[in-house]
């Protein structure tokens, strides 16, 4: 178990790797909770799936619609939560914050391969979804949803990669005595700083 | 399968309840991330359990502690925003509303008795952590959780009952052809509307 004091300020990140390692029997571990704040000012959360961590950083990756609503929440206030619950282990992960979109004009050549990789990764049930018609408006039975890709292999030019820059991290463990939790802070050098806290 | 057009238009309760049932195996369906804005502006999210309707209306409710971020936090932007994602049924619920708070100086007697039943429905361990030092604050080890409450019929005075009062639900079914979304408003007389969208 890990001592209050002689903690390493970065345990998050592999902390969080071992977490959907253990947890990876729960398909649903994968999926993360991310909330924004819409246009209207309120906050809103929806399930996304986790993509990986950008190369060898701590960013999160996700993959995003440019034509949908979170797309556009991130332009305008970059800041954004995401929080894991793993049912096996019985751990959440709450992570706070700035995210970020490449899209296929990413100057960027690292985040553009990035995005590449991540579309190449995903099942073709889950790049299918941007060939559909627009996310959230009314639907129209008569138009038919593409049921495949005639090049699966390049990008649609509405999928973005989102990369989640985390700035600080609560990581709750229920399974502890009786529970633990940390608390992981970044400063604006990103040197990381870590607290246990009453859970 | 519902067809556009002759849908009721609060069908999401029951929906939601079909969702609660169909999933009972799998714990975690019973957690729901609930985003709020946090005092400084931003969005973040954090695990709670659902504590079922109130009463026979659709409005959810959450046990939530005064003494936490959650709780001083919705005091200031009522407006909170829950995500269900269901692992055996694949659907996602997102309800946005208005959330309240009842502590023990609530003086609606039909929220004050949720709040009582609330906290008697509630596990032993779920009860004990509103006698933990104050959540969030640098953990004392030496500082004994207490192991067993004197009165547990009794709520504690920082036990507050949550009501989310929901103006919005979005319903995202995955198994689908290939998937159903339905997007549900309340107007400001409480009068629901729906429409189908694209997933």
Same mark, same amino acid.
């Given at each position: 178990m890990r001592q209050n004091? $002689?903690? /390493?300020?970065?345990?998050w990140r592999p902390s969080l790797a071992l977490a959907l390692y253990r947890n #990876?029997?729960? /398909?649903?571990? #994968?999926f993360v909770q991310l909330a924004t704040i819409r246009i209207d000012g309120l906050p809103t959360v929806r399930t996304l799936a986790f993509r990986g961590f950008l190369n060898e950083t701590h960013r999160l990756m996700f993959a995003i619609d440019n034509r949908g609503a979170n797309a556009k929440e991130i332009a305008r206030t970059p800041w954004a939560a995401a929080c894991w619950y793993f049912p096996v282990t019985h751990e959440q992960f709450r992570v706070g914050g700035v995210a970020t979109i490449a899209g296929? @004009? @990413? #100057?960027d050549p690292i985040r553009l391969e990035a995005r590449r990789e991540c579309w190449l990764a995903m099942p073709e049930s889950a790049r299918l979804v941007f060939a559909w /018609?627009?996310? =959230?408006? /009314? %639907? @129209? #039975?008569r138009v038919p949803f593409p049921a495949?890709?005639? %090049?699966? $292999?390049v990008p649609l030019p509405n999928f973005c990669l989102m990369v989640l820059d985390p700035q600080e991290v609560d990581h709750l463990e229920?399974? =502890?005595?009786p529970q633990n939790r940390w608390h992981y802070r970044s400063d604006s050098l990103g040197r990381w700083s870590a607290v246990e806290v009453n859970p």
């Open positions: 004091g $002689d903690m /390493p300020h970065t345990l #990876r029997q729960a /398909p649903a571990s #994968r296929e @004009e @990413e #100057r /018609p627009n996310p =959230g408006e /009314p %639907r @129209e #039975r495949h890709l005639a %090049r699966p $292999d229920l399974n =502890g005595d």
